[in-house]
């Protein structure tokens, strides 16, 4: 269901980088909207670069997602972020991704819910289909999936950290574990789960916003808590919201950049 829905065609959605012909550990996801007068993209890329080791890059693939609809702005942003990590998204580290031709409903017709207004809504639902599509669209690349935000930076030996927790997790029953406390930032999922969680997305985009739709999934699911990774690997650093005249001050108090 989940991609004839969507229409997946990653070598059309492909905008810079190439797909790597061996599956990796880990595929990290950054979906990324444009903002007022204001970018953090670029500074989130050089985090997770700058502390992921040579040796482990070739099994890492980050994937930039422009979800902007502007798709003239898309193309020059994304001729942009080439520019900065040509190095990168030539050796198949970064991959650049702009769907051309993915459908959205008409976010107008809405049902307001916890007293959200309509363009926060609207916000909230398209950033669900978002999401949907980036986790169907990264699944092949990698044996897990873990997502942020495009305004974050990341602590030193993450993937290690990473790694580590999984293994501690082994005998538990999970669908995310979670290495941040901050909404949808640092969720990891198994990839061959993100077909299911892909598509409880779909079908309940308008009916809340994404950490309240996933916790719903993960208690469905037979997770009972959720699985905490302390401290923190990833923090929040953006101020200005995707969501225009909002101002985002959220920080995880248990990251240390170690």
Not at 206 to 216: R, T, V
Request: charged residues 25%.
């Amino acid at each position: 269901m989940g991609e004839a829905y969507l229409k997946i065609d990653r070598k059309e959605a492909l905008v810079y980088g190439h797909i790597r012909k061996n599956k990796g550990f880990l595929t990290i996801g950054i979906p990324s909207v444009r903002r007022q007068n204001v970018t953090y993209l670029e500074d989130t890329i050089d985090s997770l670069i700058s502390k992921t080791g040579a040796d482990d890059r070739p099994r890492v693939v980050f994937v930039v997602f422009l979800t902007d609809s502007n798709h003239t702005w898309v193309i020059e942003r994304a001729k942009e972020v080439y520019s900065r990590f040509q190095e990168h998204v030539d050796s198949g580290l970064v991959q650049i991704v702009h769907p051309p031709h993915i459908a959205y409903p008409n976010f107008r017709f809405l049902t307001r819910r916890f007293g959200d207004s309509l363009e926060r809504v609207a916000w909230r639902s398209k950033q669900n289909l978002d999401f949907a599509y980036l986790m169907l669209y990264s699944q092949p690349f990698s044996e897990f999936y873990l997502q942020i935000e495009d305004d974050v930076i990341v602590s030193k030996n993450y993937l290690q950290n990473i790694e580590s927790y999984i293994s501690a997790c082994a005998n538990k029953p999970w669908l995310y574990l979670r290495f941040s406390k901050l909404g949808f930032i640092g969720l990891l999922f198994k990839s061959v789960d993100l077909t299911k969680v892909s598509e409880f997305f779909m079908i309940l985009f308008d009916e809340k916003p994404c950490d309240l739709l996933i916790n719903d999934l993960r208690v469905l699911k037979g997770q009972p808590n959720e699985l905490v990774f302390s401290p923190a690997i990833f923090q929040h650093m953006g101020l200005i919201s995707s969501l225009n005249n909002k101002v985002q001050r959220l920080k995880d108090d248990s990251f240390k950049e170690r």
